[in-house]
């Protein structure tokens, strides 16, 4: 078990950079521009926080390759934190200051969009100011992170749940910067954006960059934890015929699930016993999640339709 002392929840904002004591950088303050998961039972109550180094945001972001961090994840410390709770709140934080720059990470829970890692699958609007940049990663200061790099600590401080906890006050993360809390369970999976935002001068706001996607995969018996970068290519994913509609003598088949720069064709069969697949018309090049495709021929008494992705 690892303990730290009480570190300092003061600080003195000083021509738009962060002073604090020594205090508040002691041991098992969080490493520079490290990335941390946090879990907290904020339910149940728990007696400790499970939070992780997953490393440098260097080695995890901007590359064009999904990263495999699921050795950095022990089911044995969730399942602890966990306890008797249906579900407990995860999120990833990072941040770095200096007399000159300052910025932060986190999380933010992911509507939609698996498979496009190039497009934000949540929404963002918010700015955030130098200010708020820096009593942001000031706040970061505070929580136990683990004393060795990219390690992972069942802290009974429970200061993730301090700190970091979604209640919009100056002291905690998430009232300087959106929510990066999440629900995730047993047998669940969880897709969170994250977001970045830089501050390199004393005054003046920044908007929050999209850089990719989380996905935490508790279905099986090994957890996979995955980080896919927005310039990863996009994977192919099964398109859904969602609606088909007929005029005439003209068929609208509707499909989702469809992935920008993949083709989708559309082919029809009169009968499925024996099935004899025809192409309609040229495959399309998807634009987003939703494709119309439309067969002007339909005169047999009666057709089915599929559509692959390829």
């Avoid at 050795?71 to 709770?85: E, M, P």
Wanted: net charge negative.
């Amino acid at each position: 078990m690892i303990t730290m002392k009480k570190l300092m929840k003061t600080a003195i904002l000083v021509g738009g950079a962060i002073l604090a004591s020594q205090a508040g950088f002691a041991q098992n303050t969080f490493s520079t521009n490290h990335l941390y998961l946090g879990f907290q039972n904020q339910a149940g109550g728990g007696t400790e926080d499970y939070i992780i180094d997953l490393g440098p945001a260097s080695g995890i972001v901007g590359g064009s390759s999904v990263i495999d961090l699921s050795s950095k994840f022990a089911l044995t410390d969730f399942n602890a934190v966990l306890g008797s709770s249906s579900s407990l709140f995860g999120g990833v934080v990072g941040g770095y200051q200096s007399s000159i720059t300052a910025d932060i990470y986190f999380t933010q829970l992911r509507s939609g969009g698996t498979g496009l890692p190039s497009v934000a699958g949540s929404s963002l609007t918010a700015t955030t100011s130098r200010q708020g940049i820096d009593a942001a990663v000031s706040t970061l200061n505070q929580v136990a992170m683990p004393t060795a790099v990219q390690g992972s600590v069942l802290d009974t401080t429970k200061s993730w749940e301090t700190y970091v906890e979604p209640t919009l006050n100056s002291s905690t993360f998430v009232g300087n910067a959106p929510n990066p809390d999440s629900p995730v369970g047993p047998s669940t999976v969880l897709y969170e954006d994250l977001w970045y935002s830089q501050n390199g001068t004393l005054t003046g706001h920044s908007s929050y960059a999209y850089q990719g996607y989380f996905t935490l995969d508790l279905t099986g018996s090994n957890p996979k934890l995955t980080f896919t970068p927005m310039n990863a290519p996009a994977s192919l994913t099964p398109p859904v015929i969602a609606s088909v509609s007929k005029t005439g003598t003209m068929v609208t088949v509707v499909c989702s699930n469809t992935v920008p720069t993949f083709n989708y064709q559309l082919q029809y069969t009169a009968s499925l016993n024996p099935a004899s697949w025809h192409n309609v018309g040229s495959s399309q090049v998807a634009s987003g999640m939703m494709l119309t495709n439309a067969d002007t021929t339909a005169t047999d008494p009666q057709r089915f339709y599929r559509v692959q992705g390829h």
